[in-house]
């Protein structure tokens, strides 16, 4: 049976990383709130059921099962955490769990991974965004506890130590089984930066965490010592995180009194403009910021602030569309209720949030499958553009609200080499163990090498290595399709090159790989050579 698996591995892999990634975002305060006065129709429903229900109900545990579905009337955002899961999200603010290199939430009543921490441990495993755990070390997770805190105790556990993971993946039939190698990490929140070609400096976000201003930073004046006079800065994937961070980011980049951003609430103490205080130290670099339709909140912040500051252009495709303000409000026994009090707004008036009914995080699954559906990833005449939502940037230009930020440059989704095979060999992690087993067989030789220029120099003839690959997978279970290898022949090198240059010479390595045949990095550098971002943008 043929199957649409590219896009819906991908949307797949989007709605788990969200549902995590979203809901942990933070621009928020903490404020403990004690009830004055009890409902007295909801205490008098509790005061029937329990001195008239049939049975011994326990109205604690009836009411926690309650709060859940109280709150979807109101947005996609707000959520409750009770007790013992409050006290998670406090001792892993980031929502990692550093041992395995990965952020998991209980959702509908199964285990799924939510984001990969890149080079962790589960992602040097294989497991990838979406998974959904069905067994820890032979126990099926159906015969687990699944509170959060129960997952966090079983999967956390020494370093070098290892676990085993059976997972499902969407698209894939069959149970994938991965051994996680347990490795407390310290995360970093840039993936990768380098020089691109002579005068440009690529920087890859992966988050907006409290110390990626200052990994930021120095990413940029190392680039800047070798030469970089433009930026690329890619915020792909990026799902948001502190929003203070992400404008303090922007501030690098503004001269003074520019806004950045601004929050509108129902009451007062939540509306606040935002602007820069014009002591950033790289105002007069040109810039490029790639984004797409994973990249939410602070990243859409960010974005938003440079291109209705005519200060850099943003290419890619229409961003997700998440702008709300959350507060923690401290409930009595510890629990935390997480309420959005208010709105980001672009400096030239655009919402960032779309629209929503109520909290139903299926709906972000069809908003996200209608894009595909009717083109917009392929075709920039097919973004639902609301013609009602027109606003100006700082110098005449045109922009459109309605949710997400919308590109200056758009850059298709690109499916070149995406076959069933190369489907099967990916889900499967065939091209991280080969990549690996490849390393550990030539380790000694790979780590003389200088960087990964070097390694391209000195690889084997492509032929070879796609035979040798095909050899590999069809020992671990997948079949050789020449035709389709074939179509996928320059992907898999690719990816089998970069995993290579990662485990060598580090993420940059893998970046410069990968990049060298991405269409929007490649996109975003043609631009930056006609200087198409110099300040001020004007079309």
């Given at each position: 049976m043929k199957r649409n698996l590219p896009i819906w591995l991908t949307i797949a892999i989007a709605l788990i990383a969200f549902a995590a990634g979203l809901l942990i975002d933070r621009h928020y305060s903490r404020t403990t709130y004690r009830p004055e006065v009890?409902?007295?129709?909801?205490?008098?429903?509790?005061?029937?059921?329990?001195?008239?229900?049939?049975?011994?109900?326990?109205?604690d545990t009836l009411m926690e099962r309650s709060i859940p579905f109280i709150l979807r009337g109101l947005d996609p955002h707000t959520s409750y955490f009770d007790s013992k899961n409050s006290k998670i999200t406090r001792d892993h603010p980031d929502g990692v769990i550093p041992d395995i290199g990965a952020v998991l939430i209980v959702f509908n009543d199964?285990?799924?991974?939510?984001?990969?921490?890149?080079?962790?441990?589960?992602?040097?495993?294989?497991?990838?965004?979406?998974?959904?755990?069905?067994?820890?070390?032979?126990q099926p997770t159906a015969n687990i506890k699944k509170s959060l805190g129960e997952v966090y105790k079983l999967l956390s556990g020494p370093n070098g130590s290892t676990i085993k993971l059976s997972v499902l993946r969407h698209g894939y039939p069959n149970i994938l089984d991965f051994t996680v190698t347990r490795n407390r990490i310290v995360k970093k929140t840039l993936d990768s930066h380098y020089?691109?070609?002579?005068?440009?400096?690529?920087?890859?976000?992966?988050?907006?965490?409290?110390?990626?201003h200052k990994e930021f930073l120095e990413a940029l004046t190392q680039l800047q010592a070798q030469g970089a006079k433009r930026f690329i800065i890619d915020l792909r994937g990026n799902g948001g995180g502190y929003m203070e961070i992400a404008m303090l980011m922007a501030n690098e980049f503004l001269p003074s009194g520019q806004p950045i951003v601004s929050t509108r609430g129902k009451r007062k103490q939540y509306n606040h403009p935002y602007n820069s205080n014009g002591k950033g130290a790289f105002q007069n670099v040109e810039l490029a910021v790639l984004i797409d339709e994973y990249s939410a909140s602070a990243s859409e912040v960010f974005a938003g602030a440079l291109q209705d500051n005519d200060r850099a252009l943003i290419v890619g495709r229409r961003s997700f569309g998440k702008g709300l303000v959350q507060k923690d409000f401290m409930l009595p026994d510890s629990s935390v209720l997480r309420l959005a009090v208010a709105r980001y707004?672009?400096?030239?008036?655009?919402?960032?949030?779309?629209?929503?009914k109520g909290y139903d995080l299926n709906q972000y699954i069809v908003e996200l499958l209608e894009r595909y559906k009717h083109g917009e990833a392929y075709n920039s005449d097919s973004i639902q553009i609301d013609k009602s939502q027109k606003y100006t940037t700082a110098h005449g230009r045109t922009v459109y609200g309605g949710g997400g930020i919308i590109p200056d440059i758009f850059v298709a989704r690109d499916t070149t080499g995406i076959t069933n095979y190369y489907i099967d060999v990916e889900n499967a992690g065939l091209l991280q163990r080969f990549a690996f087993t490849y390393c550990e067989k030539n380790r000694k030789t790979l780590e003389k090498m200088s960087d990964y220029k070097q390694f391209l120099r000195t690889t084997p003839i492509d032929n070879d290595i796609i035979k040798e690959f095909a050899e590999f997978a069809a020992e671990g279970g997948i079949v050789p399709r020449w035709y389709y290898i074939n179509k996928s022949?320059?992907?898999?090198?690719?990816?089998?090159?970069?995993?290579?240059?990662?485990?060598?010479?580090?993420?940059?390595?893998?970046?410069?790989?990968?990049?060298?045949s991405d269409k929007t990095v490649l996109a975003a550098l043609k631009a930056l050579n006609q200087h198409k971002a110099a300040f001020p943008i004007t079309n």
């Open positions: 009890s409902d007295p129709k909801v205490k008098t429903i509790l005061d029937l059921v329990a001195q008239e229900y049939v049975d011994t109900v326990n109205l199964t285990i799924r991974a939510e984001c990969i921490v890149p080079a962790g441990p589960s992602d040097v495993a294989g497991i990838q965004p979406g998974d959904c755990i069905v067994k820890i070390d032979g020089m691109i070609d002579k005068f440009t400096g690529y920087i890859k976000v992966n988050q907006f965490e409290r110390n990626t707004y672009t400096p030239s008036g655009r919402c960032i949030q779309k629209e929503y022949r320059d992907l898999i090198l690719t990816k089998i090159k970069a995993i290579i240059a990662h485990d060598i010479f580090g993420p940059e390595g893998y970046s410069a790989i990968v990049n060298r």
